[in-house]
């Protein structure tokens, strides 16, 4: 829910939202290709300062989304750079009972590399996500002539989330209010029940709005107003300069 109430308010949602998906897609295919370093640090530094100083994200808000990838690419990555051995091996190894931990020269390259790649990717796609609404991703599909019934069950189940999220957070103030979080036995029961109530509320909820849907002529396909943004003559330029320092940072 934060991310779609950034998207909405970041200064970049002007933008095209094509362009904005083909500079993260290409962004993301290059960093793939390329396997550099130097290029993967410097698609974070571009696609944050993107985010984060052209579109006005808070540095919070990013930094704690960023935090989850970090924590599974170390754990990950680490589990690349590090093998099991029953002899010494590699350039370092530590000595565990029956078995030894082994580190080598080239093990170590790749895991590091692994880890700024997926960095890098992970920033280029937020900066799609925290600055392009989720209907204006969906009128991109659109465009690219995805199966219309796979965009709109996308549609309709991404906007049924937030239903949820409301109906859930009622019964759970509800739930408070009759102590029901007293103590972890009752906390288990009150969670149980939220989950059993939910599932019934889910039900009722899906047919009234379906009901809405038809009262309003629903035939099948959902119609959605968009607002043409064409692509400035300074962003192509930009996008231009930023994929040609990403080629030349490969070569260099």
């Not at 985010?51 to 170390?74: E, K, N, S």
């Not at 549609?155 to 103030?173: E, G, P």
């Not at 002529?217 to 607002?227: A, D, F, K, S």
Request: charged share 15%; hydrophobic share 55%.
């Amino acid at each position: 829910m934060q991310i779609d109430y950034y998207a909405y308010q970041s200064r970049i949602r002007g933008w095209n939202a094509a362009f904005k998906v083909l500079i993260a897609v290409a962004t993301l295919f290059l960093v793939i290709l390329f396997n550099r370093i130097l290029v993967s640090l410097f698609v974070v530094a571009a696609m944050g300062a993107l985010t984060l100083l052209v579109g006005r994200t808070p540095w919070r808000v990013y930094l704690r989304y960023m935090l989850a990838p970090v924590v599974f690419l170390l754990f990950s990555c680490l589990a690349v750079a590090v093998s099991f051995s029953g002899s010494p091996a590699g350039e370092w190894n530590v000595s565990v009972h029956f078995f030894y931990l082994c580190m080598g020269q080239e093990s170590l390259e790749a895991a590091v590399k692994l880890f700024f790649k997926v960095l890098a990717g992970v920033s280029a796609l937020y900066m799609m996500s925290f600055s392009t609404p989720a209907d204006e991703l969906v009128l991109v599909l659109e465009k690219l002539h995805l199966p219309g019934m796979f965009l709109e069950l996308m549609q309709l189940v991404y906007r049924y989330i937030f239903i949820l999220f409301d109906a859930a957070s009622q019964m759970q103030t509800a739930a408070k209010a009759r102590l029901g979080d007293c103590n972890i036995r009752q906390s288990f029961k009150t969670f149980a029940a939220i989950g059993g109530n939910l599932f019934v509320a889910a039900l009722k909820k899906g047919n009234t709005y379906y009901d809405a849907l038809l009262a309003r002529g629903y035939q099948g396909r959902l119609e959605l107003l968009t607002e043409e943004k064409p692509v400035r003559f300074w962003q192509a330029a930009l996008g231009g300069l930023y994929f040609s320092i990403v080629i030349l940072l490969n070569l260099a």
